[in-house]
Nanobody, 122 residues
C-alpha cells in the first residue's frame, strides 16, 4: 500500500510565499513521477507542476517563473515552492505520484494525496 501525505498549505497575502511538501511512503518499488495539481471551486483539477525521475520539471504557464518544483529522491518527497502568490492561485493543491509498487512491479499506478488548501487573500 502506498500513501502520499501533504503539508504546508495555509492562508497568505498576495505577493507572499508558501512551500508545500508531499512524502510518499509504503511498499514502493520505484517512483516514476511526482507532481502537484490544484482545483479551485467550480473548476477542473489542473496540473501545476511535475517532475519525472531523472527528467526535467514542467509547469503550467500560469505559474512559470513563480513556482518551483523539486524532489528529494532519498526521502521520496516532492516540494512546491510558491512565490509571488496571487488570489487566483487559491485552490486545493493535490500531490500526485506515478509509482510502481512492490506488489506489482510490472505496472505503474497513479496515486493522490488528500489535498491541502492554499488561500491567497488580503
Amino acid at each position: 500500500q502506498v500513501q502520499l501525505v501533504e503539508s504546508g498549505g495555509g492562508l497568505v497575502q498576495p505577493g507572499g510565499s508558501l512551500r508545500l511538501s508531499c512524502s510518499a511512503s509504503g511498499n514502493i518499488f520505484r517512483i516514476n513521477l511526482m507532481g502537484w495539481y490544484r482545483q479551485a471551486p467550480g473548476n477542473q483539477r489542473e496540473l501545476v507542476a511535475a517532475i519525472p525521475t531523472g527528467g526535467s520539471p514542467r509547469y503550467a504557464d500560469s505559474v512559470k517563473g513563480r513556482f518551483t518544483i523539486s524532489r528529494d529522491n532519498a526521502k521520496n518527497t516532492v516540494y512546491l515552492q510558491m512565490n509571488s502568490l496571487r488570489p487566483e492561485d487559491t485552490a486545493v493543491y493535490y500531490c500526485n505520484a506515478i509509482i510502481v509498487p512492490v506488489s506489482s512491479v510490472s505496472r505503474q499506478y497513479n496515486y493522490w494525496g488528500q489535498g491541502t488548501q492554499v488561500t491567497v487573500s488580503s
